[in-house]
């Protein structure tokens, strides 16, 4: 496939050094939330996109008022946003949906991208699976391409565990920016085991405040904030009813026992 005929710029910026988070949806939508907030906070400017018919399949068709829409197929866009000082710029991709196959080419447009745009280092994000509770503080984790990036990684405070497997995109791309000779940094924010199929922001907003840092990023984080105490208070209600509920099925009343043993 020739990424030319698929990757479409609107825009082409000439910073002196760029970033890049690259992001797609994962358990939690841990790098997806992050990557969205970043994009409207900072007003980032779309730039660009890859054609998706080369990726993906629609599988249907959606509804409205009694008239089918046409086949809408996942998008996949650039943004950009220029640091106020410097020349230094910042490329933002998101990806709405991971290909069933081809995700291998689909990475390689991504970085091809980056490399016209001078990124020097690409960034993702992911979810580390723990049996931490949702009450509790999310930590980031940590995994970069070189050993001089683990060791910006330990003074952020990141966990550095040694031996993990990212899944999904926002781990491959990593590695395959690794062999274009790019610097390449996963942050993973902590996610409940019990609760990997709901959206998680406050693991988001745990990898933005390490990622915003790294970036010198100054980013106004009380919106994401709030919303992820609202969905802490949420997980407590549906924790309190799931418990009420198996001690209405499992609990056999005192009365009851005692009716038994006459």
């Given amino acids: 496939m020739d990424t030319k005929d698929v990757i479409k710029l609107y825009k082409h910026p000439r910073p002196k050094s760029c970033s890049m988070l690259a992001s797609?949806?994962?358990?939690?939508?841990?790098?997806?939330?992050?990557?969205?907030y970043l994009v409207e906070k900072l007003n980032a400017v779309e730039i660009g996109e890859i054609e998706p018919v080369n990726f993906f399949e629609p599988v249907g068709v959606t509804v409205r008022d009694n008239v089918v829409e046409s086949p809408r197929f996942?998008?996949?866009?650039?943004?950009?946003?220029?640091?106020?000082k410097a020349g230094k710029g910042l490329v933002i991709f998101i990806g709405e949906e991971q290909p069933a196959f081809k995700g291998y080419e689909l990475v390689n447009c991504v970085l091809d991208v980056a490399q016209r745009l001078r990124v020097s280092r690409v960034y993702s994000c992911a979810a580390a699976v723990t049996r931490i509770h949702h009450s509790e503080e999310m930590k980031v984790w940590g995994a970069a391409t070189t050993s001089n990036l683990v060791d910006e990684l330990s003074k952020q405070n990141v966990?550095?565990?040694d031996s993990l497997r990212i899944a999904g995109l926002n781990g491959l791309i990593l590695g395959m920016a690794k062999e274009r000779e790019m610097e390449g940094v996963c942050l993973l924010g902590e996610?409940?085991?019990?609760?990997?199929?709901?959206?998680?922001p406050k693991a988001s907003l745990a990898v933005l405040g390490i990622l915003t840092?790294?970036?010198?990023?100054?980013?106004?984080?009380?919106e994401l904030?709030?919303?992820a105490e609202r969905v802490d208070e949420e997980m407590d209600r549906?924790?309190?009813?799931?418990?009420?509920?198996y001690i209405d099925q499992f609990t056999e009343p005192i009365w009851e026992q005692d009716e038994e043993e006459e």
């Fill in 24 to 36: 797609w949806p994962g358990i939690g939508d841990v790098s997806l939330t992050a990557a969205k």
């Fill in 213 to 222: 840092k790294m970036l010198g990023i100054t980013l106004d984080l009380t």
């Fill in 191 to 200: 996610v409940p085991s019990y609760a990997t199929q709901i959206a998680n």
């Fill in 159 to 161: 966990i550095l565990r």
């Fill in 238 to 245: 549906i924790a309190k009813r799931v418990t009420a509920e």
């Fill in 225 to 227: 904030s709030h919303l």
């Fill in 74 to 84: 996942p998008e996949s866009k650039f943004y950009y946003w220029q640091y106020p």
